[in-house]
């Protein structure tokens, strides 16, 4: 993608290369209708244009203001389980994901549904194992905690009903330790492989033996179950508890160092440098392991708005559809989406492995591509598009191929589009290379402008967030 | 889905993949080397899936052991209902269509398949066949791997060489370097835009256009792209000569069949295809259940085998089902079965062996309730690859285990 930053010469400060020693420091530099999207697109799910506008006019602090603390309330959510749904076999799976993504859609606190996806990625429990009404359940607990205190967190998920059935720690007593969750915990969700020994999952694994579920399916500490001996854990000897490896695991520098890295992947770029990370996790660990600080710390600095993060990171198919039905103001969300989800590689609250998805380059293949093609070209044509041909026309001015156009790449892209790219638009809306060519007009309009959004939705540039 | 590797050209294997690359040409390197055996280069493999957990006493059903009928009074087939194979087993009779091809040697059976220490849960005892790592999760599945070492730049590989008849691509077919299409519904493999022609041409060329970008991943996505506006078209016009002249059964089932034997038929280089079939995880009411998949399979398979035939291509088809596990000796109390252990494997085509392979396990002398395995199911897959397709099976599913004579 050519940039076009002749209208915004300060979108980004500085050109790929190496990291600036201010790349945390407060961004001061200009917030337009560009960074403002950006910051859409990466603390949320994206904007419509006259979300953008409102967010330039709160400026950089008040807009990181509301996306980090939220004031206002959040909308109804119907709750789940529905009884009449929970216990149909047909329905049951389907109605958990649009439970989640209807809230995706609908919420005004963008940025804690953000993070509860990436908690949900990063301590990936899927419906392959665990029924569904546990499963929202965890969801719950990872909105609750979405901008909280990590090490609550990972004590939280080390006594969900989902995460002891998905890694089996309920089956993990004093007599015959089960030591899963002990090593995930470490290799996936807090410190990474290659940073702990086999004989810490042991220890681990017996402070963790007795953390199991009553016939309710809720925690429970048996304490019968539970290996009160001696434990040496990353270099420590005492009687721990579960609560003592959560404890112990976020003290160690390379659990900080861990995290932050895949907070600044989430929300910058892939491959940050080692000296970012380094700056981030000192921020962690000073703030005691508040989320919220170290993701604002994030999303306020030079780097977050630079020229290497713009546009940099594939958007996963959650951003990608759910950021699609906003822009269009599709106010409910369709009931195939989970479907949709699923043929582009992320069947939310079905991840593939406990790994989560690996994301990045592995969104695109040719078979998740044409369901992201195919989902808008589809979603178009929704009699429930509250951004219709005719609304766009009034804001074109005119029923003007040229006009028309504009006004749909700035809304979808900024304008992040290049000029061959408008010219084939505007090929397409004049219907150019039709066997009879026939300009925009009132007789075709509606398809053609139709037809124009999902070009545009489905244009290279914005499979990029 | 799941994570698809596969090699990125230009700057973005170094940019976003750090040290991949070293891993690469490791890669790159053992592809060369030759295939193992001489097989036709022409050979397929078919795979279908039994998800769920197959329950393998009543599909190769031990009718004259005494204990299969005391452990079973509820769900078990009756002695004078089976088809019989030998003296010991014979086939559940909604298996007609395959009691049919196995008297004309066309089927094998490979008793007890399993491996130690089974894993009873279905997403993980499926993580574990599809990519033949019982001990330590593996992001790549067997046949990705098999994929992977092709050459693609010999003469007739194209993207199409493995290919799934489903949504998602399934773990068994995760490969490093390889994009493996998912068609689900043949219609769904396009770029669908209604009526309005020229929007297609329009997206074509939108994404032709590719320049070097801003992001690393931008051309990545225009390249693939092209590749997915493009294969449908590709798939279309390849199959568009071929017909049909078998009559498949009505189900879901037997359409995949149907256009995996246009697929094979068709001069697309494909060396794979992953077929699913399922539910069989039957703790309640089984026979029913059971018995409904099991016509599915064999009348599907049977018409498939016909298809291939005619075609002239039932000699370079292996057929080869799996189940993440087997189910339990003895019934439940809701006049099902809960998850097992090992259980039988069928294989079918023309250019097999047929006939019974391997130990039956004994119903009897039991590891906690559930059967022994009698044969590691990798040394199924080390013998299909090695003997039917060709390659060298120890970097694919490890070394160790015994060939097994059906092919």
Known sequence: MQLDTSTDPQVGYRPPGQLEPDALERYRGNFGKRQAAHLARRAGFGATPAEIDALVGRGLDGSLDAYLHPTQPEGEFAAYPDAAVLYDPKKRYGAAKLWWLDRMLKTKRPLVEKMTLFWHGHFATSLAKVPPQLMVQQIDLFRAHALGNFRDLLLAVSQDPAMLIWLDNRFNVAAHPNENYAREIMELFALGLGNYSEADIKSAARAFTGWTLDKDARFVYKEQAHDAGLKTFLGRTGNFTGEDVVAIIVEQPIHQRFICRKLLEYFVYSDPEPALIDALASVYALSGYDVAKTVGTILRSNVFFSLRAYRALPKSPVEFAVGSLRYLGIAEIPADTPGWLARMGQDVLQPPSVKGWDGGPLWISTTTLLARFNFVNK?????????????LVAQAGGMNATNVLETIVAGALQDDVTGDVRGTLRDFLDSKNAEVPVPLGPENYQAKIRGALALVLNLPSNQLA | MSSRRRFISGSLGTVALGGALPGFLREAASAQTLPAAATDPRNVLVVVQLAGGNDGLNTIVPYSDDAYHRVRPALRVAANSVLKIDDRVGFNPVLLGLNELYKSGQVAIVHGVGYPNPNRSHFEATQ????????RPLSTGWLGRYLDKLDRNATGTTSFAGVTLGDTVPSALLAQHVDVPAIGALNNFQYNAGKDATSKAAAGTLYDGARAGQSPYLSLIENTARTALHGGDILRAKMAGYKTAVTYPGDGFAQQLQLAARIIGSDLGTRIVFVSLGSFDTHAAQRGQQDKLLGSLGNGLLAFYKDLAEHGNANRVLTMTFSEFGRRVSQNASAGTDHGTA???????????????????????????????????????????????????APIVGDGFARIAFV
Not at chain 1, 379 to 391: E, I
Not at chain 2, 130 to 135: H, I, K, M, Q
């Open chain 1, 379 to 391: 979603l178009v044509t929704s009699p429930a598009l509250a951004l219709t041909p005719d609304a």
């Open chain 2, 343 to 393: 259980a039988p494997l069928l294989v079918v085509g023309g250019g097999i062996k047929g006939g019974v392979y391997g130990e039956q396990p004994s119903l009897t002398d039991l590891d906690n309730g559930d059967l022994k395995f009698a044969t590691d199911f990798r040394a199924v897959y080390a013998t299909v690859l090695e003997r039917w397709l060709g390659r060298d099976a």
């Open chain 2, 128 to 135: 574990i066949w599809e990519t033949a790592s019982p001990d």
